[in-house]
């Protein structure tokens, strides 16, 4: 038997929570909304849940590049997929071996991978290595590597679930029984890892899926142009057109007649679309994941 | 032992950090040297240009400009066309990159900092910056041997491209003075009963705006020609060259008796442009809130909101702001033309400190302001193809838009335009009018002058704080100038204008000196 309190207790909640998420889903509605508005309208009454005209035109303007946003996104797609993959393999033999008790050298790993978290090189110098002596511009590898592969805090993250949820008896009665090293991590400790492999996974994803940065640096070759860069630029050259458009330079032919408000929000729904359709069937281990690798610093 | 080790790496990782900046130094004074070795021996070999161009050995030049796609469909062809005519008089080739405007000044600076391929590049950041760091390629000894041409067209406007008593950079031929004008919608103007000829100042103006806000109270009479600005944000263009941070000289200051810096925004005629902005926001004739506005004018012209804007004019503005807003536009120049180290050599033509042969890259320049064919190829794309001509006026062929076209590029950016055909849709004798416009405005007592901020930096981001704060407010009128304007130029004291002044007359002294 449910008590009253407890009922009226588990009501109060629903409404708070109920709230708090119609916070978050209202923007996105508004979102929804704008991107089907016609440029006019906004340019005029602003933006509105009920526009009076509406209009596909910023569609219109993303479908006159179709054959570019199709091949972006098979190129976000892959770029995702690898760096997914590998990135969350690494991260997972660093930390299981951080979380090892006699692991030698342990010390030292640690710190090395803290040192990344305070230092970086600066953004001249890693172009610069990347492009001069790597030579990763305009290559795929330039989308995945530079500061995606890994991440120190996934790292730290995945070596305290370790820690506090696979117990150090398990993988000594798997030796015992006369499982090798390797043995002991794939078949004992990465059954054991679901909800934290789903974690940082969905983070390096998320990561990989909404990176232009990478791109802006060391892409220039349109073939290789990720869903965000070429989002990005389209935002970005909107915005500069309109923005220079009064200086000294004469751009007759350029810039006129793009739905600029419009085009903006459709853009956004354009990137967010595929991620919005992936969440729901990781969210279950993300919480669970999170929790827990979070806790026991 | 532990915290013992931690200080070792951490002693090794600064001192490796330190070495590397040593380094870094090291290696751009070293480029430095090189440059100037090489610029020395040039001045020796000088004037036997055709056995430099032609020595057999093909080299691929890169060249990199902005543009609104970065892969046109026509790329290759132009590409191998424009070699064609390079071959002839030089022995390299171009191999063609465009990078997309909202990337390209990221991208640009990385490539010439990272001292990767690069042989001529199209700058739209300040010469000086890239010039001081040594990224940049002194062309002053090689130009009127390898690019005669190029430096016969621009030799006006070149002297706004030299720093540090280097060339860095060759204008291109486009409105390279500067000017404000009245900008208002044409079909509105005739109801009204006004001719254009006939408003020739502010009272005419306000004159036309008064009549329109009673014909046409749903039009905001004037809004703002940029975003987040006031309405008047272009009132006192030409009466002042601004260096930076507001700070500049009056541009009637007569140079023989020395030039007096000034702060600008402390002078009688801005403080007329305030009152005024005042008086006119008080009675309606500018948009509300224009100083959060975020939409563009041409968004504001097309949803049928405005009327007109002040703003920067030059030929061919009519037609342009035309096209882009939809509706009829008719441009009155009101204020003074000027023109001003930064009207010129805000882009330009470089050369990179990494070209391998900055002669052959020169020549090949050189090309675009003296080959009328050479320029149409680069500035229309394929003849029959991208473009047809007729009557020396260049369009698009039947079914071609701008949207479907295979290339096409910016006057402003084609070196010399002038040598090639005109584009439909420019004003008649667009040229004729470029170069009237040009030659006949006022020069700056400061042309050729570029101020060098290292001095400054901590001044000039206090300043641009301050500005933030006030300006769009006062330009548009928003608080009354009797109490803000001086509020603001007392926060811009304690932010030190004062130095910058100090500073910059200091360098203004030396500079005339030399002169």
Redesign the interface.
């Known amino acids: 038997m449910v008590g009253k309190q407890e009922r009226r207790y588990q009501r109060m909640i629903t409404v708070v929570l109920a709230l708090i998420s119609l916070i978050m889903v209202i923007p996105l509605v508004l979102l929804v909304v704008a991107s089907f508005t016609s440029n006019n309208e906004i340019v005029l009454h602003g933006y509105s849940f009920f526009p009076k005209e509406l209009s596909l035109e910023a569609y219109r303007y993303i479908w006159n590049e179709r054959a570019q946003v199709f091949h972006a996104y098979g190129i976000t797609i892959l770029v995702t997929a690898i760096g997914t993959t590998i990135g969350v393999m690494m991260t997972l033999l660093y930390a299981y071996v951080l979380a090892h008790e006699k692991f030698p050298g342990k010390t030292f790993l640690a710190f090395y991978l803290f040192f990344t978290m305070l230092f970086n090189g600066g953004l001249v110098p890693t172009y610069i290595m990347y492009t001069r002596y790597l030579h990763m511009k305009n290559t795929i590898p330039a989308l995945i590597i530079p500061g995606l592969l890994m991440s120190a805090f996934n790292v730290i993250l995945t070596r305290t679930y370790i820690q506090s949820n696979v117990p150090a008896a398990l993988s000594e009665a798997a030796k015992i029984d006369g499982a090798t090293e390797f043995q002991v991590f794939r078949k004992v400790v990465l059954p054991m890892c679901k909800p934290i492999i789903a974690t940082v996974g969905l983070f390096a994803g998320l990561g990989y899926w909404n990176d232009w940065t990478n791109g802006l640096y060391y892409i220039t070759d349109t073939n290789k142009f990720s869903i965000q860069q070429l989002l990005n630029n389209m935002i970005k050259n909107i915005e500069f057109l309109s923005k220079n458009a009064n200086s000294n330079i004469n751009l007759a032919s350029v810039g006129g007649g793009i739905p600029q408000e419009t085009v903006r929000m459709a853009i956004a729904i354009v990137g967010l679309l595929p991620i919005l359709i992936v969440f729901p069937f990781v969210q279950k281990y993300f919480v669970k994941g999170i929790s827990i690798g979070a806790v026991k610093g | 032992m ?1 915290k013992k ?2 200080a070792a ?1 951490l002693m090794a ?1 600064m001192t490796a950090s330190l070495l ?1 900046g040593c380094g870094d130094s090291k290696s751009s004074d070293s480029t430095k040297a090189d440059s100037a070795q090489t610029t020395a021996s040039n001045q020796s070999e000088a004037g036997d240009s055709t056995s430099d161009l032609k020595d057999g050995k093909t080299e691929e030049l890169l060249m990199v400009w902005p543009g ?1 796609n ?2 046109p469909a026509d790329m290759q062809a132009v590409e191998d066309a424009m070699n064609e005519i390079i071959g002839e008089k030089v022995d390299a080739k171009v191999k063609l ?1 465009i ?5 390209y000044n ?2 640009t600076n ?1 490539m010439l ?4 391929k690069l042989d001529m590049v199209f700058l739209m950041s300040n010469i000086r910056e890239d010039g001081q760091r040594g990224q940049l390629y002194p062309i002053n000894d090689l130009v009127e041997t390898y690019a005669p041409d190029a430096y016969g067209a621009m030799e006006r406007y070149i002297e706004a491209c030299y720093f540090d008593g280097n060339l860095y950079g060759l204008p291109t031929y ?3 003075a ?1 000017q404000a004008g009245f900008m208002c919608r044409a079909d509105i103007l005739e109801e009204l009963g006004y001719k254009a000829e006939d408003i020739k100042n502010f009272d005419d103006i306000e004159e036309v705006l008064k009549k329109c806000q009673e014909v046409h109270p749903e039009l905001y009479p004037m809004i703002p ?3 987040n600005s006031g309405c008047f944000l272009n009132y006192v263009k030409g009466e002042f060259d601004v260096v930076t941070s507001g700070v500049g000289v009056d541009i009637d200051d007569d140079a023989s008796d020395g030039i007096t810096v000034i702060n600008t925004y402390d002078t009688e005629k801005y403080k007329e442009m305030a009152e005024k902005a005042y008086d006119w926001n008080q009675k309606g004739y500018f948009m509300p809130d224009s100083t959060t506005n975020t ?6 012209f ?4 405005a009327f007109s804007y002040y ?2 004019q ?1 030929p ?1 503005t009519a ?2 702001e035309t ?4 509706k009829e536009i008719v441009s009155i120049p009101i204020g003074r033309s000027t023109i001003s180290t930064s ?1 010129v050599n ?2 330009q033509w470089a050369i990179p400190a990494q070209c391998e042969n900055p002669k052959k890259a020169l020549a090949v320049l050189n090309l675009l302001y003296s080959d009328s064919d050479f320029q149409n190829l680069f500035r229309y794309g394929i003849e029959g193809k991208d473009y047809v001509v007729s009557d020396g006026i260049a369009s698009y062929p039947d079914g071609v838009t ?2 479907s076209v295979g290339w ?1 590029n ?3 950016l084609c070196g010399n335009g002038s040598v090639g055909y005109a ?1 439909e ?2 004003p008649e004798n667009v040229y004729e009018k470029f170069t009237e416009y040009n030659d006949t405005a006022q020069e700056s007592p400061l042309y050729g002058f570029i101020y060098d901020t290292t001095n400054v930096k901590n001044e000039i981001t206090a300043i641009t704080n301050v500005t933030d704060k006030y300006k769009a407010i006062i330009e548009n009128g928003d608080a009354d100038p009797s109490t803000t304007l001086p509020q603001f130029n007392e926060e811009l004291k304690s932010a030190g204008i004062d130095n910058i002044i100090e500073d910059m007359q200091k360098q203004v002294d030396e500079w005339l000196a030399n002169k």
Do not use: K, P, Y
């Open positions: 532990r080790m931690a790496v990782a590397a609104s970065a892969s990159q990078i997309e405007w909202g990337a990221d991208q990385l900092s990272s001292g990767e486009r409105d390279l500067s020609s940029d975003l939409t563009t004018r041409q968004d504001l097309r949803a049928n909101t703003g920067n030059h061919g037609t342009q096209m882009n807003s939809g009207s805000f882009c701008s949207d096409g910016e006057l402003w584009w849709t420019d």
